[in-house]
Every structure is written in C-alpha cells, then in structure tokens.
T-cell receptor
Framework: DAGVTQSPTHLIKTRGQQVTLRCSPK?????VSWYQQALGQGPQFIFQ???????QRGNFPDRFSGHQFPNYSSELNVNALLLGDSALYLC??????????????FGPGTRLTVL | RKEVEQDPGPFNVPEGATVAFNCTYS??????FFWYRQDCRKEPKLLMS???SGNEDGRFTAQLNRASQYISLLIRDSKLSDSATYLC?????????????FGTGTQLKVEL
C-alpha cells in the first residue's frame, strides 16, 4: 500500500522563478492538503483540494496556486519566488474533507531553496 | 496570540524519565486534536489522536481539556528513540474543508 509520495525531493531555484511541486495521495484517499514548514516552525496550512476544487485556503498570497487531477494527485505552483519561500513543502492526504475524524498522512516533503 | 502554543523546549531528559508536554489552542470551535511526531528533516507522523476522555497507547498518554482549551502528552519510561519534535495539532472544519493548525513543536532529547 503506497503512502503519500512527493516529487522532487529537493529543488534549488532563484528569485523570481516559478516552481511546481507534485504529490500523489495515499491509496484510497481523495483529499490533498499542502503545508509550508520553515526552519524551526510548525507546518503552515496553504490550501486543501477535494473533487478538483480548492476547498479551503490559508493565509498565503495568490502566488501560491494549486491543482488537483481526476486521479486525486495534486500540484502546488509558486510564482515569482522570494527568498522567504525557502522551506519544506509537505503534502498530506486524507479521506474526505470536512469530517472531524479524518486523519491526514504526510509525504516526505520537497525541500525548496530559493537563492 | 498564536492559534496553537507550545513550549519549544528543548526538554533534555535521561532515559527512563517521565516527561510531559502541554499545548493550548485559541479556537474554541476546533473539532479534533492530535499529537504528531517529527524527526529531524522528516515529515510529521501521527502519534495519537486526543480525546476528552483521555487515551493511552503504550507509554504515551494524551489528554484534552476543552473547557481550558488545553492538550497534554505524557511519555513514560523515555527511550532514546523518543528523541524528536512533538507537534500539537488542532483540526478545524470551515467552509467545506478542514485544516490542521500546528504548534511550533516541542523538542525532546532523551539522553543516556
């Protein structure tokens, strides 16, 4: 049973560039959430996708956008990269949003460095 | 005020010790609560859910006090392998979706 997978594992970009991160959810899961974790901080919620729609969004600028595909996989896009976007980007999958008991399982993350 | 607050530590304890972590949350409408464990440069992994009635999983006991908006985690008989960062997590449901809100984490170092 495959868990949550993310690609790439590491990425180095320069300021102003654009980046796309990818996530495949755990088998049987249909909901994908994205988080940003800066060094020494807890993960911060970016947004959540279910049925190919953004269902909820955290306090992130429009430079952060996403997409969910019919097979439930998801992409996170960040435009006009800033130095402060350097972080570990985590994808979490779960079964159905909006239920109080769904558990989110995390992928290994993509470590993005912006120079 | 942060939505979820934890003492960042580090807590340095000898092997075999009992250690307790506390966490407070600000949103009284929060629906469910968890402790996640995160090893250095790895993803968070679910340690246990937290219920008002309290729940225990081996050496780990979690407790929720909704009236005080307070969550705790007790680790008994600490092992070297318990060294990690422990994240207090609150799940809120709004607008057809739900999001996890994390504390900054409490670092635990178990020493010989």
């Amino acid at each position: 049973d495959a868990g949550v997978t993310q690609s790439p594992t590491h990425l180095i970009k320069t300021r102003g560039q654009q980046v796309t991160l990818r996530c495949s959810p755990k088998s049987g899961h249909d909901t994908v959430s994205w988080y940003q974790q800066a060094l020494g901080q807890g993960p911060q919620f970016i947004f959540q996708y279910y049925e190919e729609e953004e269902r909820q969004r955290g306090n992130f600028p429009d430079r952060f956008s996403g997409h969910q595909f019919p097979n439930y996989s998801s992409e996170l896009n960040v435009n006009a990269l800033l130095l402060g976007d350097s972080a570990l980007y985590l994808c979490a999958s779960s079964l159905g949003p909006g239920t109080s008991t769904d558990t989110q399982y995390f992928g290994p993350g993509t470590r993005l460095t912006v120079l | 005020r942060k939505e979820v607050e934890q003492d960042p530590g580090p807590f340095n304890v000898p092997e075999g010790a009992t250690v307790a972590f506390n966490c407070t949350y600000s949103n009284s409408a929060s629906q469910s609560f968890f402790w996640y464990r995160q090893d250095c440069r790895k993803e968070p992994k679910l340690l246990m859910s937290v219920y008002s009635s309290g729940n225990e999983d081996g050496r780990f006991t979690a407790q929720l006090n909704r009236a005080s908006q307070y969550i705790s985690l007790l680790i008994r008989d600490s092992k070297l392998s318990d060294s990690a960062t422990y994240l207090c997590v609150v799940n809120g449901i709004t607008g057809g979706g739900n999001k996890l809100t994390f504390g900054t984490g409490t670092q635990l170092k178990v020493e010989l």
